[in-house]
Structures are given as C-alpha cells and as structure tokens.
C-alpha cells in the first residue's frame, strides 16, 4: 500500500449537518474499499485565489491515507460526480507519512518564577 493526501475544497454553502455527511460520505468510500485513514484535517473556510465553478469561497479538508490505486480511481471518480466538492487534488506521498512528535508545554510555575527572576 502507498500513502496519498487528498486535498478538497466542499462547496461553503454547505454547512452543520449537510456538511458533516459530505466528510462521513468521503471517509466512509475510504474505509469501504480497505484504505487506512492516517489524518483528517479539516481547515475551515477560506477564500480561493480565484473563483472556482462561481465560488469565491470554499471549505477545505486534508485527508492522508494508505491505499492501493485502484482505492485512489475510485475515490476521485465519487468526487468527481458529487456537486457538493468545487475542486481535489491527490498526492502521493512518497516518504510515507509521519505525524509529527506532540510538542510539550513547559508547566506554567516555571515560567513565573523565571520571569520573577528576571526582573530583579
């Protein structure tokens, strides 16, 4: 299997519940055809750089996932057919995907008493 990133741009007029369905939707044409879904981020609305099928606005998600190719055919074809996506792109990631290491925040009584410190 190979790792892919899919990036699509749903429709902003499609919101709440509507748009929960449309991810569920896409997530489940995944996991119905055996692929492993690595990451989903949904970015939130953002305005395009030009306006696409006469929306200048759009709702973005980021999907990384192991499949095989014939998985990646079947899942663009489905995108291709519903109204609900404005544009996608897929990538192969050739490295794999790592995610990244979670990032530990110092605990806030150490950084008063330094500041204390330093003020003296």
């Known amino acids: 299997m190979r790792t892919y990133e899919t990036i699509f741009i749903v429709n902003p007029q499609i919101a709440g519940d509507d748009y929960t ?14 692929a492993e879904l690595l990451k989903v981020d949904e970015w939130g609305t953002k305005r ?13 998600v ?16 489905r995108m291709r057919l519903d109204d609900s996506i404005i544009k996608f792109q897929t ?10 290491a979670p990032v530990e ?6 950084t008063s008493e330094e500041a204390s410190e330093t003020e003296e």
């Open 91 to 100: 990538l192969l990631l050739e490295g794999g995907f790592e995610a990244p």
């Open 21 to 34: 369905a449309v991810l569920e939707k896409f997530k489940g044409v995944l996991t119905d055809q055996k």
């Open 62 to 77: 980021l999907i990384i996932f192991n499949a095989e190719n014939d998985v990646v055919k079947e899942f663009e074809r």
């Open 48 to 60: 395009l750089a030009y306006p696409v099928k006469k929306h200048e606005q759009g709702t973005y």
């Open 105 to 110: 925040a110092a605990p806030a009584e150490e």
